[in-house]
C-alpha cells in the first residue's frame, strides 16, 4: 500500500463552479479526516468519518460544503458555489481504530479564480 | 480551549549547527503529541509523537523531541541539521481518536 491519495492534485476553477475532491485512505483504515490548510497556516480540521459515518463537522464547514464516505472506504469533498476564500490546501488523513497517528496524503489545492 | 502555538515563524541555521523548534500546548486532557514536516507543496510526514513513558520522543531522520508537562511543551531537535532538512514543521496535539489541533507552522531554512 502507497499510502492515502487524493485526486486531483490541483484544481482551479471560476468562482461560483462545483468542485468535488476524492481521497482514498490506506487500506483497512476505518477513519477518515478532512483538513485545510490556507497559505501560512496549519491544517485546520473539517470533518472526520468513522467507517461511514460521518461524526463530527466542524463550524468552517459551511452548507456551501459536503463529504461523503459512502461505502466506507473511499471519501469525496465537494464545494458548491466555489468563492474566492475556499481557495486552500485540502488534505485528507486516515487512521486505525485504536491508533492516533493520522496519515496524510498529498493535498488537493484549489485556486478559485 | 484546544490550542498548539509555535512562536517562531521561520528559523535559520547553519548546515550541521543544532536545531530547536519550540512547541507550546493547551490542552484539557492528556495529550498526544505530534510533528510533522511539510516540503513545498506536499502533504504532511509524521516526524515523531508522544502518547506515554519516556518524556524523550526518537523519530525519523535524526529527530527527537521532548515532552515537558510543566511547561505545556513538546521541543523538536536535531542535534545536525542536514540542508534537506529545509521544510515547514507543525506541531500538533490530539486526543481519542479525533481531529488534531495544529500549530501555525515553523519554516526552517538551512544555509550552507
Known amino acids: 500500500d502507497t499510502g492515502v491519495s487524493q485526486d486531483p492534485r490541483h484544481k482551479i476553477t471560476k468562482r461560483g463552479q462545483n468542485v468535488t475532491f476524492r481521497c482514498d485512505p490506506i487500506?483497512?483504515?476505518?477513519?477518515l479526516y478532512w483538513y485545510r490548510q490556507t497559505l501560512g497556516q496549519g491544517p485546520e480540521f473539517l470533518t472526520y468519518?468513522?467507517?461511514?459515518?460521518?461524526?463530527?463537522k466542524s463550524r468552517l464547514l459551511s452548507d456551501r460544503f459536503s463529504a461523503e464516505r459512502p461505502k466506507g472506504s473511499f471519501s469525496t469533498l465537494e464545494i458548491q458555489r466555489t468563492e474566492q476564500g475556499d481557495s486552500a490546501m485540502y488534505l485528507c488523513a486516515s487512521s486505525f481504530d485504536g491508533e492516533e497517528t493520522q496519515y496524510f496524503g498529498p493535498g488537493t489545492r484549489l485556486l478559485v479564480l | 480551549a484546544q490550542s498548539v502555538t509555535q512562536p517562531d515563524i521561520h528559523i535559520t541555521v547553519s548546515e550541521g549547527a543544532s536545531l530547536e523548534l519550540r512547541c507550546n500546548y493547551s490542552y484539557g486532557a492528556t495529550p498526544y503529541l505530534f510533528w510533522y514536516v511539510q516540503s513545498p507543496g506536499q502533504g504532511l510526514q509524521l516526524l515523531l509523537k508522544y502518547f506515554s513513558g519516556d518524556t524523550l520522543v526518537q523519530g525519523i531522520k535524526g529527530f527527537e523531541a521532548e515532552f515537558k508537562r510543566s511547561q505545556s511543551s513538546f521541543n523538536l531537535r536535531k542535534p545536525s541539521v542536514h540542508w534537506s532538512d529545509a521544510a515547514e514543521y507543525f506541531c500538533?496535539?490530539?486526543?481519542?481518536?479525533?481531529?488534531?489541533?495544529f500549530g501555525s507552522g515553523t519554516k526552517l531554512n538551512v544555509k550552507p
Open positions: 500538533a496535539v490530539g486526543n481519542n481518536f479525533n481531529k488534531f489541533y
Open positions: 487500506s483497512e483504515h476505518n477513519r
Open positions: 468519518f468513522q467507517n461511514e459515518a460521518q461524526l463530527e
